[in-house]
Structure formats: C-alpha cells, structure tokens
C-alpha cells in the first residue's frame, strides 16, 4: 500500500532578538500560508509553507519572547521548546554569533537533546564567513551537533540550512503505513469540550491529563472502530497550564491547531453553543479551510441551550455569516454529555470524508462547464471574452480541477465560483473545499 505523506513541521526557537522573524521572513518571502487573505481573517505569520526544490514543509514560529527578565526569557524559550518538541519533526536552534553563547542557549539545548527531536544549529549573523567563523565553532559546546552559519537579513547561507532541515525529513515526511482509517483532527478553542466529545465516543476517560506542565504530549491519537471503519481521532486538547498569557496560549492553540490538521482529513471544529461563533473559531477555520480539509462544524453543549422552533436556523446563520469563506462546511449540534447526535457526527464524517476524495470524470466535467457557460455568459474585457475550453480534476483530498481558457486574467474569482457552484450542485462534495487552477491555452489559430 502506499505510504501516507503528510507534511513535515519544522519550527524556530531561540532567544529573543537572534533574527527568528527575519530568518522566517527569509524563508517565508511570499509564500506565506495566507495566499489571499480569508475575509474577516486576520492572522499573525505564525506558519507558513515553504518549497524548497522537492521538498515542501510547514514552518512555525514558536513565539516572540519579550524580554523582561533573565529568568522570563529563559522560562519562556523553555515553553517555546517544549511547542516545539511537541509538535516538530525537525527544530531549528537559532542562536546568535554576535551575542555568543549563553547560558540560556545552553539550558535550552540541553532540554533539546534530551527530546530526541531532530535538531539543526543555525548560528544566524554571521555577515562574513571568514571574521565569525572563529566565533561560529564555540558553539560546538552546545553538544547538539554542528552549528551552521547563516546570515538571515543577507540570505546568505540559507540553501545549506535547509539542506540539512530537509535531510532530517526522512520518516517525517513518510508517515505510517497507509491504511484506511479516517483521520479526524478534533480542533476548537479550549475548554469548549474537545476532550468529552471523544472520551463519550469511546464510552470511556481515556483522554484525562494532568494539570502538571509538561506532562501531556501534544496530540494524542485514538484509533476506534465503528461499523466496521477505522478512525484516528487526534486531539488538541490536553494543555492547561497555568497564569499564560492570553496572547501566548493563542499562539500556542494556533501552532497545535496546524499540526493536528496537518496529519487529518476531515477537521471537526467545535464551538461551544453557549459563546456562539467567536473570531478565535474563524481563526481555527481558517487552518483548516487554507490546508483545504474537509470540515465540520459541530456546536456541542447544544442541550444546555433555550431553544424555540426557530434556534437551530439562528445559529446556523451566524455560523455561517461568520465563516462565510467556508460555506461548504457541513453544521452538526450535538451534545457530549448526553450524547446527543453524536452517531449524526460520525455519518457525517463518513460523508465529508468520501466527499473529500471523489473524483469526477472528464467528460461530466466538461458537459457541466458548458451547460453553465451556456446559461451564464463569461466575462469580458475590452471587446475580449474570456473563452472556456476545458476541465478536469487533477486530484483529491481536497478536490483540484484544472480548468483551461484563453486568458487568465478575464477569468475572475466570481465566475470560477459561479463553475464550482454549478459542479456542487450536481455532485455536492458537501463538507469539502474545492480548488481551482487555471491555465492559459492559447486560441487554436
């Protein structure tokens, strides 16, 4: 069987002022993860994905520290290591050849060594190779491998670095065997009741963590059978540590949130029926739509609300004003305590899940693309219109069509929506994002 890839995360931890943002930025130039902003979406650059010749893979800032104090900075990176060991394949160490070595470096270094993570030195500001390199060997001392000089704001060095991350790929990026489980990410802010949901699933307390910081591993994966289909739920939840900050636990919330998506198909975006939908829960929705999962939205606690025969339509439509760029999005109210509507909650991850991985064939494809363009004539531009000649799906999870025209620039994103809405309407890929990549043919003369 072939093997599932998914794609490796790498991320950036390192005291404060050592060039982690300009390393990102570096790296990161264009192609940040928010190709076009998702409306009502604003997000900081703490992810992005990077190509770099075959390779592609998720880079994560674990966090810009203030620095206060000695001690804060050195608690701190420590919890950045801790993201990082969590949730990385492989981690970047940065240090910085100007400042030298500290003590804080050393004590983070030694947390990562013990991890057993993949870890690459990166001594970052080091403008001339051959005045620094003196200085670059110190921190051979580290004992966590072979520093490598870089110079960020000069990009200089950078192929090498990334060499090295890349090589470290191996089995990261070759995930276990394939097998036909169902990956499902339960993702949601917390306390709205990720946890209960699966522990009611199981008929069982098996996702109960402790309160000591440090002890609960990043995402925890249940494999479960039901009907005769194999699931993996992973969880986010599992952190409660103390007195964070708010800024930093969102952070955090959103660094896991990408990782646990990463690995599934389908994404199960709770929201707490109590609070309704919160820009917090646009955020998470908007990792999973821009990762183009199939995704559901399931408002638990749905028994403690008041309801009258007109709640259900209510809540659908601020779900859907809020998350307006995610309309395909199936809505779910269930409740883990009673468990009510929780055997609708699997149906409907069967539902997105195969609709996720649906192919259509060329030739329906194409019968549907004329129709729609006979019924609703294309765009055009000074005496210009734009022409249609073909489409076909070039693949799955999520569903990418090609479509082929006389000119890019006159098919506008209103008109492919038009298309897509036409291809939804006689297949309803419901739950599922689709993607559109179009491409220029010029006329046969």
Same mark, same amino acid.
């Given at each position: 069987m072939?093997k599932?890839?998914? +794609?490796p995360?790498?991320a950036? =931890?390192?005291?404060?002022n050592v060039g982690k943002?300009?390393l990102?930025?570096?790296?990161?130039?264009s192609?940040i993860?928010?190709?076009k902003?998702?409306?009502?979406?604003t997000?900081?650059?703490?992810y992005?994905?990077i190509?770099?010749?075959?390779?592609?893979?998720?880079?994560i800032?674990?966090?810009g520290?203030e620095?206060?104090?000695?001690?804060?900075i050195l608690?701190?990176?420590?919890?950045?290591?801790q993201?990082a060991?969590?949730?990385a394949?492989?981690?970047?160490f940065l240090v910085d050849?100007?400042?030298?070595? =500290?003590?804080?470096?050393? +004590? =983070?270094?030694?947390?990562?060594?013990?991890?057993?993570?993949?870890?690459?030195?990166?001594?970052n500001?080091?403008d +001339?190779?051959? +005045?620094y390199?003196a200085?670059?060997?110190?921190?051979?001392?580290?004992?966590?491998g072979?520093?490598h000089?870089?110079?960020?704001?000069?990009r200089m060095?950078l192929?090498?670095?990334?060499?090295?991350?890349?090589?470290?790929?191996?089995?990261?990026?070759?995930e276990?065997?394939?097998d036909?489980?169902?990956?499902v990410?339960? =993702?949601?802010?917390p306390?709205?009741?990720?946890?209960?949901?699966?522990n009611?699933?199981?008929?069982e307390d098996?996702?109960?963590v402790?309160?000591i910081?440090?002890?609960?591993?990043?995402a925890?994966?249940?494999p479960?059978t039901?009907?005769?289909k194999?699931?993996?739920?992973?969880?986010t939840?599992?952190?409660?540590?103390?007195?964070k900050?708010?800024e930093?636990?969102?952070?955090?919330m959103i660094?896991?949130t990408?990782?646990?998506?990463?690995?599934?198909?389908?994404v199960?975006l709770?929201?707490?029926?109590g609070e309704?939908?919160t820009?917090?829960?646009a955020?998470?929705?908007?990792?999973?739509?821009d990762?183009?999962?199939?995704v559901i939205?399931?408002?638990n606690?749905?028994?403690s609300?008041?309801?009258d025969?007109?709640?259900i339509?209510r809540?659908?439509?601020r779900?859907?004003?809020v998350?307006s760029f995610?309309?395909?999005a199936?809505i779910v109210?269930i409740?883990?305590?009673?468990?009510?509507?929780?055997p609708?909650?699997?149906?409907t991850?069967?539902?997105?899940?195969?609709?996720h991985?649906?192919r259509?064939?060329?030739g329906?494809?194409?019968e549907?693309m004329?129709e729609?363009v006979?019924?609703?004539?294309?765009?055009s531009d000074?005496?210009?219109?734009?022409r249609l000649?073909?489409?076909t799906?070039?693949s799955?999870?999520?569903p990418t069509f090609v479509i082929?025209?006389?000119?890019?620039e006159?098919?506008?994103?209103s008109?492919t929506r038009?298309?897509e809405?036409?291809?939804?309407?006689?297949?309803g890929?419901?739950?599922?994002?689709?993607r559109f990549?179009?491409?220029e043919?010029?006329?046969?003369?």
């Open positions: 072939a599932k890839r998914s +794609k995360i790498v950036v =931890v390192g005291r404060p943002s300009t990102f930025n570096a790296l990161a130039g192609n993860s928010i190709v902003d998702t409306p009502g979406i997000r900081d650059r703490i992005a994905d190509s770099w010749l075959d390779k592609t893979f998720t880079l800032d674990t966090g520290i620095p206060e104090s000695k001690d804060v608690s701190q990176m420590r919890e950045q290591a993201i060991i969590d949730t394949d492989v981690i970047i050849v100007k400042q030298g070595l =500290v003590d804080a470096d050393a +004590k =983070v270094a030694d947390m990562l060594r013990r991890s057993h993570k993949p870890v690459v030195l990166v001594v500001k080091v +001339k190779f051959d +005045k390199m200085d670059v060997y110190e921190f051979y001392n580290l004992g966590i072979d520093p000089p870089i110079s960020a704001i000069n060095g192929g090498d670095m990334l060499e090295e991350v890349t090589a470290l790929f191996g089995e990261a990026g070759e276990e065997e394939e036909d489980s169902v990956r990410a339960i =993702v949601g802010k306390n709205v009741g990720k946890s209960s949901i699966i009611k699933i199981l008929g098996r996702l109960i402790s309160d910081a440090g002890t609960t591993r990043d925890v994966d249940t479960l039901r009907n005769g194999n699931y993996i739920f992973i969880d939840a599992g952190l409660r540590r103390k007195n900050v708010k930093e636990l969102e952070r955090f660094v896991r990408v990782a646990a998506v990463e690995r599934a198909e389908v199960v709770v929201i707490d029926a309704g939908v820009e917090q829960d955020k998470i929705a908007g990792i999973a739509h990762r183009g999962k199939a939205i399931a408002v606690k749905w028994d609300i008041e309801k025969d007109k709640t339509y809540f659908t439509e779900i859907r004003n998350l995610m309309s395909y199936e109210f409740s883990a305590k009673t468990g009510q509507r929780l609708k909650l699997f149906e991850i069967d539902m997105v899940s195969e609709n991985a649906m259509v064939a060329t329906v494809l194409n549907i004329s729609a006979a019924m609703q004539q294309p765009p000074k005496g210009k219109r734009l000649y073909y489409i799906q070039a799955v999870k999520p082929f025209v006389n000119d890019k006159l098919m506008h994103f008109y038009y298309i809405n036409q291809i939804r309407e006689t297949f890929f419901r739950g599922t994002p689709m990549i179009i491409r043919r010029k006329e046969n003369k």
